[in-house]
């Protein structure tokens, strides 16, 4: 069975999602991995599925005229669950949109070795929201990078909170 990364990009619609797990399903694809969202009005979904079919196969199984379809062959990689590295944390920024919100603060997670495990972004009006799950090294300085945070926020006048995510409450 070959691994495979699949992207969908469409417009939403009630059943996409349904339409595109169907089909992967009645070709015998098993879904190991996803993640779907909504942005700016279209789903987007990404995969990773295992099965026969070569990529090429997959992309004409789902293809639709109202879809965007890759596919990919990968190789399988070591699976980190959350804990298991270091840390885990939760990163919120809220402030007004700007360019470059996005880049400044995920420098300064790479630069302590800190691993975006999940990010969402949104833009209300004029206030732009990110919210991301990070883990961190167990060597990771919190404190230091915590004061890091507050002087991008401070630059990027947005409020940048960054809190231990408690296991009892997953």
Do not use: W
Request: charged share 20%; glycine share 10%.
């Amino acid at each position: 069975m070959g691994l495979s990364a699949v992207t969908v990009l469409g417009v939403d619609r009630p059943g996409v999602i349904a339409a595109v797990t169907g089909s992967l399903a009645d070709c015998g694809v098993n879904i190991q991995d996803s993640t779907m969202t909504l942005l700016g009005g279209h789903v987007a979904m990404m995969l990773l599925v295992s099965g026969d079919l070569e990529p090429a196969d997959l992309r004409k199984r789902l293809c639709a005229p109202d879809l965007v379809v890759t596919a990919s062959a990968i190789e399988a990689r070591r699976h980190f669950r959350p804990g298991t590295r270091g840390s885990a944390h939760v990163l919120t920024v809220h402030g007004p949109d700007r360019p470059g919100i996005v880049s400044a603060v995920s420098a300064v997670l790479a630069a302590e070795g800190g691993d975006i495990t999940g990010m969402s972004t949104r833009l209300t009006g004029r206030l732009y929201v990110l919210i991301a799950d990070v883990e961190l090294p167990r060597d990771a300085d919190v404190a230091a990078l915590t004061r890091r945070l507050a002087e991008v926020g401070a630059r990027l006048e947005s409020e940048i909170t960054f809190r231990p995510v408690d296991p009892d409450l997953l």
